[in-house]
């Protein structure tokens, strides 16, 4: 796929003015931040240890199912499992392929004083399951927007729409026109936020998973972003 080039102007406080880059820089790279509102910022994650273990904490805290035993032994490995995990994408992801974002406070800290308080990945992919009910037959990839997480103590003060706005700033600088992401059938907060964001449901998993193997039923939900209407522009 030719890579497109992009730059978020660093005049606005969201990434609702694109424009293109001469010189080939990315905005990640020259600006540092994709979106910045609410008194929340984002960008993407930096290959640095202490910032790594700061957003696996993160997604830990938010996706850890807490045990009647031996609950925070459990809970040390599973965030151990997902810091191992991010580690491995981002150093065998290509940067055009998969982005780790994280959220943090408006305020000047210094790099070891940066709060992490909210997370995404977004990664390039092309499963068929999900490119058929994208009414473009010419698409053959897509962003796939997983892991979305906030700290408890920081819910509901915009983290999360704003991480998917960096989502969708991502899409257009990567040159993708739709994204994608799953939500439980019955998580009606995390729906009506994507809903709010511009996503729309067009399938679910199948009866078999839920009555046969007796895990919760997903729905698809899918977004265009906005890529085309840039192109028109330009």
């Known amino acids: 796929m030719k890579a497109r080039r992009f ?7 969201s990434a609702e003015e694109v424009g293109l880059v001469g010189d080939g820089k ?16 984002v960008r993407r994650l930096v290959e640095n240890a202490d910032e790594m273990r700061k957003a696996a904490q993160v997604q ?5 199912v807490p045990l009647a035993l031996f609950n925070d032994l459990f809970f040390d490995f599973f965030q151990a499992e997902v ?10 992801s290509p940067p055009n392929r998969y982005a780790c974002l994280v959220a943090e ?3 000047n800290a210094s ?18 399951s999900v490119l058929q009910y994208i009414p473009a037959a010419e698409v053959e990839e897509y962003l796939y927007v997983s892991g979305i997480a906030v700290l408890k103590s920081f819910r509901r003060q915009k983290i999360a729409t704003l991480l998917l706005k960096a989502c969708d700033v991502l899409s257009v600088l990567w040159g993708f026109e739709y994204l994608a992401l799953r939500a439980y059938e019955d998580d009606f907060g995390a729906r009506k936020l994507y809903t709010n964001a511009g996503y729309r449901v067009v399938s679910g998993d199948p009866q078999w998973m839920t009555t046969w193997i007796g895990r919760k039923r997903r729905v698809l939900m899918i977004k265009r972003s906005n890529l085309h209407t840039f192109n028109r522009a330009t």
């Open 7 to 13: 730059v978020v102007h660093s005049s606005t406080s």
């Open 26 to 41: 990315c905005a990640e790279g020259q600006f540092g931040y994709l979106v910045n509102e609410y008194g929340w910022k």
């Open 60 to 64: 830990a805290e938010a996706f850890h």
């Open 83 to 92: 810091l191992s995990g991010l580690v491995y994408k981002l150093r065998n």
């Open 105 to 107: 406070p408006t305020t």
């Open 111 to 128: 790099d070891s004083q940066k709060q992490v308080v909210g997370i995404v990945d977004v990664t390039v992919l092309r499963d068929k």
